[in-house]
């Protein structure tokens, strides 16, 4: 069983920054393949990027590449999202996950899911 608790969202210009974080309990962390995901209104959840247990795979949805960075650290059990250049279009719920399977979460059906926080981008 892993909790996940996401933290660090908020409200942020066009063009600023913002690092969410997302905090793991449970045993055997460093198995767990972790994820980044979000939610627009009206709109269905979408992949954002995942990396894997050990840190050495790393996957981007295309309309973030090149302004999200995902990270992890093992040792305090946290997963982050450093998010740059941010867009109005980037504005949603974002939800930290995890899964013993890389696959589950790049495909967007991992077993657990933090409760979301809220990233807003004014124009």
């Known amino acids: 069983q892993v909790q996940l608790v996401e933290s660090g969202g908020g409200l942020v210009q066009a063009g600023g920054s913002l690092r969410l974080s997302c905090r793991a309990s449970?045993?055997?962390?460093?198995?767990?393949?972790l994820g980044w995901f979000r939610q627009a209104p009206g709109k269905e959840r979408e992949f954002v990027s995942v990396?894997?247990?050990?840190?050495?795979?790393?996957y981007y949805a295309d309309s973030v590449k090149g302004r999200f960075t995902i990270s992890r650290d093992n040792a305090r059990n946290t997963v982050a999202l450093q998010m740059s250049s941010l867009k109005p279009e980037d504005t949603a719920v974002y939800y930290c996950?995890?899964?013993?399977?890389?696959?589950?979460?790049?495909?967007?059906?991992?077993?657990?899911w933090g409760q979301g926080t809220q990233v807003t981008v004014s124009s």
């Open positions: 990396m894997s247990g050990n840190g050495d795979t790393t």
């Open positions: 996950a995890a899964d013993l399977e890389f696959d589950w979460v790049r495909r967007g059906a991992p077993a657990y």
């Open positions: 449970g045993r055997t962390y460093s198995t767990y393949h």
